[in-house]
């Protein structure tokens, strides 16, 4: 099966421009990710979407990070403006419907480098 | 709340040896999973290796097992005949059965494997 589709994988802007990231999960899989990686950190979660629904935004700055996810399938991230702090990878992640008694495994795409100058 | 700690930042080892990455974690629940993740240079997070917590046997793949110590709350992973490949950041992450979904990660643990 195609794997989590993810670009552009290297952006570079100057602060206060916007930008965007764009995800395609796994055929079928209902539950998307999106992670901010700063380097030599772990993922923080930034958005939780199940279908088209946001379960848990709670770690988004919602004064400049937005998300959507249209159709319940492929997903955009924006940064608008964007911060130097925001300089970071970017990933996307995906698995099945969330089950109580499963352990899905999330499978991540590539990610997204984000330079801000 | 759940947390995940991973106490050596970085570790290298010549190839072919074997390394054992530590992992501790804290929790009061009793039904969750824990996962061995690696992200080599290319950024890609694939997953090692998974172990459910009411299981007692220790998972393997390959060259990778893991020795989960439910009642210490560890779960370490140890890479036997190291390969140059096997470079990469290792990060351990923490499911709680049910709920959102979630995982809690650690900070990482970058393994260098030396020729």
């Known amino acids: 099966e195609a794997g989590v589709a993810q670009s552009p994988r290297y952006k570079i802007i100057e602060k206060r421009q916007s930008v965007a990231f764009w995800c395609n999960p796994i055929?079928?899989?209902?539950?998307l990710y999106w992670y901010q990686q700063i380097l030599g950190q772990g993922p923080k979660l930034l958005i939780q979407?199940?279908?088209?629904?946001?379960?848990?935004d709670s770690q988004l700055p919602k004064d400049r990070f937005s998300a959507e996810r249209l159709k319940g399938v492929d997903s955009t991230l924006k940064i608008q403006p964007a911060k130097l702090e925001d300089s970071a990878v970017y990933l996307c992640?995906?698995?099945?419907?969330?089950?109580?008694?499963?352990?899905?495994?999330?499978?991540f795409g590539a990610g997204s480098r984000l330079t801000v100058l | 709340a759940q947390t995940v700690t991973q106490s050596q930042p970085e570790m290298s080892v010549q190839e072919a040896e074997t390394v054992t990455l530590s992992c501790t974690y804290d929790?009061?629940?009793?039904?969750?999973?824990l996962f061995w993740y690696k992200q080599p240079p290319s950024r890609q997070m694939i997953l090692v290796i998974r172990?459910?917590?009411?299981k007692q046997q220790n998972a393997t793949e390959n060259r990778f097992s893991v020795n989960f110590q439910k009642a210490a709350k560890s779960f370490s992973l140890k890479i036997s005949d190291s390969q140059l490949g096997d470079t990469a950041m290792y990060f351990c992450?923490?499911?709680?059965?049910?709920?959102?979904?979630?995982?809690?990660w650690g900070a990482g643990t970058k393994l260098i494997i030396k020729p």
């Open positions: 929790t009061s629940e009793n039904n969750y999973y």
């Open positions: 172990q459910e917590a009411y």
């Open positions: 055929s079928g899989h209902a539950t």
């Open positions: 979407f199940q279908n088209n629904g946001v379960v848990d």
């Open positions: 992450a923490f499911l709680l059965q049910g709920g959102n979904y979630q995982l809690i």
């Open positions: 992640a995906s698995t099945p419907v969330i089950t109580g008694g499963g352990a899905n495994v999330l499978t």
